[in-house]
């Protein structure tokens, strides 16, 4: 069995299995919208889950505009979402 790793969002520690996406990590957080469209700021989060759409874009590790349905999470990760940017 693999060892859980303990990642950032936003700030927030958060411990998930070895193996998820980082928008895995953010959904089984209860986090299902994490950017919003520049016209209207619809809500975007996962939504093709195949790298295919970009509405999951997160800043990981200090690299903006990383699809989150295709990063691996790994210990330490800082992951960042333009929510967290809008409240600040
Ligand atoms: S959800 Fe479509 S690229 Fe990530």
């Known amino acids: 069995m ?6 950032s969002i936003d700030s927030t520690p958060v411990t998930v299995d070895t193996g998820t996406t980082v928008a895995g990590a953010m959904i089984s957080q209860g986090t299902t ?4 469209t520049r016209n209207n700021e ?3 989060g996962l939504f093709c889950g195949i ?3 970009f509405d999951c ?9 990383q699809r989150a ?8 990760q800082q992951i960042d979402t333009d929510t967290a940017k809008e409240r600040a």
Request: charged share 20%; proline share 9%.
């Open 42 to 44: 619809r809500p975007r």
């Open 69 to 76: 349905c295709m990063v691996r999470v790994c210990e330490g």
């Open 2 to 7: 693999e060892q859980p790793v303990t990642i």
């Open 57 to 65: 874009l997160v800043t990981i590790d200090s690299v903006p505009n």
């Open 51 to 53: 790298g295919a759409c």
């Open 33 to 36: 919208a994490w950017r919003s």
